[in-house]
């Protein structure tokens, strides 16, 4: 199982010091569920796996349905134009714009083999559009480099500035775009595919 590939994978994992958005590593933690958080005074990152009471556009909670509000991936909340940067070698595997309200914006799916028998891919939500120009399937970038730069509210859905980091274990066809969140009663299944990124990004001392 895939899964399983991972978290053996992950656990002997020793940090390299790459920030996916520079000063990362000094952010401010905790709970983010605020539409109005605000970026350039100090750097703030989480909400993995939080229930989160702003998802209330159509995208999320059609009428008569289960609305969509568990987060699947880690925010990183800094200024628009900060760079975002791959913490692993990668090829690019989708790029889209997300314009829905409330939706990603510009964005970028990469592919990663960090060893034989186990390939995942991350999601780079938030981005402004000219990270996407030129930009192919196939691409490579080595660990560290810039992929990428944050967008304006204006470019990313509506959101304040910030980058949505997600990892995705099963991506079957989906090409730059995947759930960023998910209803409640399916937590489980989509927690299990969509890993905390936390350790990745080196956010934690394990």
């Not at 350039?40 to 229930?51: C, K, L, Q, S, V």
């Not at 997300?98 to 964005?107: F, K, Q, R, S, V």
């Not at 981005?127 to 810039?146: N, Q, V």
């Amino acid at each position: 199982m895939k899964r399983a590939a991972f978290d053996s994978w992950i656990a002997t994992l020793r940090s390299t010091g790459i920030e996916v958005v520079p000063g990362l590593h000094k952010a401010l933690p905790g709970k983010i569920d605020a539409p109005d958080v605000k970026s350039g005074e100090a750097i703030r990152a989480g909400g993995y796996g939080e229930d989160r009471s702003i998802y209330t556009q159509t995208l999320f909670a059609p009428e008569g349905e289960e609305p969509r509000t568990i987060h699947l991936g880690i925010d990183v909340f800094a200024p628009a134009g900060a760079e975002v940067i791959t913490p692993l070698n990668a090829r690019v595997h989708s790029s889209r714009i997300n314009d829905a309200a409330g939706d990603y914006g510009p964005t970028i799916i990469l592919e990663h083999t960090p060893i034989a028998g186990l390939t995942f891919h991350t999601l780079y939500g938030h981005l402004d559009r000219d990270s996407l120009k030129g930009l192919k399937p196939g691409t490579a970038f080595m660990a560290g480099e810039k992929i990428a730069e944050l967008g304006t509210k204006r470019e990313n859905g509506g959101w304040p500035p910030h980058l949505h980091f997600q990892i995705i274990l099963e991506i079957g066809s989906a090409k730059g775009d995947y759930p960023g969140v998910c209803k409640r009663s399916e937590a489980e299944r989509w927690l299990a595919i969509c890993p905390d990124p936390a350790k990745l990004l080196g956010l934690t001392k394990s």
